[in-house]
């Protein structure tokens, strides 16, 4: 890696650093796996794992990106929700191939999200709120938000990925303000999850 790549990942955050360096492997390799972008970003970390899962549901193109990356979200909240501290994922998400202009895409839509969440964040702060149980803490209130990513919902997955980069972020650079910010987003986007429900229900009982 060149010295103008390096002074670049230095002067992003962690996170934003982590998808650069996922975008560039994957022009290397013309694409990679699900699982393997996930081992490339962080391995068993909850952090890099929701980044990572909730990310592609922010790509305003055609196709069931959040139904696909929002169960797969779901059911690694589920387990960290019951203390499995390793993420596993069933092979049809694991072994899921992604072009490089996939993870392009991604990097595309997300960066500006999260440079502007890192340009806030300050590591240390709020510890509680970033300890060792806190993935596991986490779990319900994340898969409240996968199910709400994975609903065929217009537009309405983007509070909720923002609310997950929020606390991925917190989470990765032990912020634990991040984190307390991302839970009342959290209440934010169900809450706006919900009333799009009813407005959709209602709608479609007009005919």
């Not at 996939?102 to 440079?115: G, S």
């Not at 923002?162 to 307390?180: F, Q, S, T």
Request: charged fraction near 10%; proline fraction near 7%.
């Amino acid at each position: 890696m060149g010295k103008k790549n390096r002074d670049t990942f230095h002067a992003r955050g962690v996170a934003s650093a982590a998808i650069a360096r996922l975008v560039e492997t994957a022009r290397e390799r013309d694409g990679l796996t699900i699982g393997d972008a996930l081992t490339l970003t962080g391995g068993a970390s909850f952090g890099f794992v929701m980044l990572m899962l909730a990310l592609p549901a922010m790509i305003p193109i055609p196709g069931p990106f959040g139904l696909v990356f929002g169960s797969a979200l779901a059911i690694v909240a589920l387990q960290y929700a019951a203390g499995i501290g390793s993420v596993w994922l069933p092979p049809f998400f694991r072994n899921r191939q992604l072009s490089a202009s996939i993870y392009v895409a991604i990097q595309r839509h997300a960066d500006p999200v999260l440079r502007r969440i890192e340009a806030i964040v300050l590591p240390g702060r709020m510890k509680a709120l970033t300890g060792r149980a806190m993935p596991y803490i986490l779990g319900p209130p994340v898969f409240t938000l996968a199910v709400a990513i994975a609903l065929p919902i217009p537009f309405g997955n983007i509070i909720p990925v923002v609310a997950i980069c929020l606390l991925a972020i917190g989470l990765i650079e032990r912020d634990g303000l991040m984190v307390l910010l991302g839970l009342l987003l959290t209440l934010v986007a169900l809450s706006v999850t919900a009333a799009l429900l009813q407005g959709a229900v209602s709608f479609l009982s007009m005919f």
